[in-house]
Every structure is written in structure tokens, then in C-alpha cells.
């Protein structure tokens, strides 16, 4: 069965820091890639960053650009996200997903499996 899950979420001041994990089974990790995905209360969801597991390439949105840092341990089939300088505007739930042509993308059609997201919360 395949699972994605998405931790590490939580209330943290503008300024602040956090490191979102995906746990993900049940499909061959090193061949995906693995995106990141958040949503705001009523906005649509958007494409964050995305990691190839092979060869450790990323991709990142220019408006997360120089705070954000993806990356992924293969051992531990694993994905992380480093925050750094939380605004207010990243508060979103933050999901996880896998595509498993691995193809840098950060267009929702093109991933395979979901996670159910953690809640990040920036207060100011």
C-alpha cells in the first residue's frame, strides 16, 4: 500500500523556522520524484518545491526562493522541507507527493500519490 505522510507542521512566529518531513512506502522511493504542495485557507493549492530522488536535482517557486530548501535521504525514504524566515503568507497546509516519472514538475496532474498534509501556522 502506498502512504505519503507529512509531519512537522505547527505555530511559529513570523521569522521563525521549521522542517517538514514525508514518510513515504510501498513504491520504489529512489526512482520518484517527490513534490511539496501547500494550500491557504481559500486559495488554490500550489506547487512549493520538488526533489528528484535519483539525482538530488530540485526545483523551487520564486516565491519560496532563497527560504525554502528541499531535500531527500534515500536510506530513510524520506523527503524534507527546510523553512527559514516564515511570513505570514506561508501559513497553508503543506502536502507531499509523489510522481513517479520523476520529472521535475510542479503541476498537480502529473503526481501519482498524496499525502493528507501538515498544518503550518505563522503568526506576525
Known amino acids: 500500500e502506498v502512504q505519503l505522510q507529512a509531519y512537522g507542521g505547527g505555530l511559529v512566529q513570523a521569522g521563525g523556522s521549521l522542517r517538514l518531513s514525508c514518510a513515504a512506502s510501498g513504491f520504489t522511493f529512489d526512482d520518484y520524484g517527490i513534490g511539496w504542495f501547500r494550500q491557504a485557507p481559500g486559495k488554490e493549492r500550489e506547487g512549493v518545491s520538488v526533489?528528484?530522488?535519483?539525482?538530488?536535482?530540485?526545483w523551487y517557486a520564486d516565491s519560496v526562493k532563497g527560504r525554502f530548501t528541499i531535500s531527500s535521504d534515500n536510506a530513510k525514504n524520506t523527503v524534507y522541507l527546510q523553512i527559514d524566515s516564515l511570513k505570514p503568507e506561508d501559513t497553508a497546509v503543506y502536502y507531499c507527493a509523489a510522481d513517479r516519472l520523476a520529472r521535475l514538475s510542479l503541476l498537480l496532474h502529473r503526481y501519482d500519490y498524496w499525502g493528507q498534509g501538515t498544518e503550518v501556522t505563522v503568526s506576525s
Open positions: 526533489i528528484r530522488n535519483k539525482d538530488k536535482i530540485t
